[in-house]
């Protein structure tokens, strides 16, 4: 097996691999995208110093050392400057609009009929389901979608500046 993988081009050893090496750098770093870079990092030193490395009995496993080598050291560069959140929160660019348009909302919603502003409420405001609201009204479910519907309708329309409905 030695003389066929010092006598295979980096491409011929790598190509067939890749999906393979793709799943173990995923194993290792936990992430795609870590992963990609640790694959990409281990294969472009592997073909640099190929002559080395392809001729080694054990290619795959040394490759494989490399990958995890990479990973460890983009931790190392990079691991102590990031800091992992639970969530996300994109914040709007613009704070005054944000606050425009939830005004718009409210005054839109303070024109609704009674029963489709408090539905509207009791789903968006305060999370609570279609057989809940139907209680705290007093009516049937699909009452409360019905009422849920027409307001959202109305809503859509005079946000946009609709005139025709």
């Excluded at 067939?16 to 750098?25: G, H, Y």
């Amino acid at each position: 097996m030695d003389v066929e993988v010092t006598e295979q081009s980096f491409e011929q050893w790598a190509v067939p691999r890749l999906a393979a090496l793709l799943r173990f750098a995923w194993l290792v770093t936990g992430s795609q995208h870590d992963a990609e870079d640790a694959l990409q990092t281990a294969l472009a030193k592997a073909q640099a110093d190929w002559e080395r490395v392809g001729s080694r009995a054990e290619v795959e496993p040394y490759v494989r050392r490399m990958i995890a080598n990479a990973h460890v050291s983009a931790w190392r560069r990079f691991g102590r400057r990031q800091s992992p959140v639970a969530e996300v929160r994109l914040e709007p660019a613009d704070p005054v609009a944000a606050v425009a348009e939830k005004d718009a909302v409210w005054r839109v919603c303070q024109g609704l009929p009674r029963q489709q502003r408090a539905a509207v409420v009791l789903r968006y405001y305060e999370d609570l389901d279609h057989p809940e609201i139907a209680e705290i009204l007093g009516c049937s479910e699909v009452t409360v979608r019905s009422h849920l519907h027409r307001a959202l309708a109305r809503l859509r329309r005079e946000l946009r500046g609709d005139d025709d409905g």
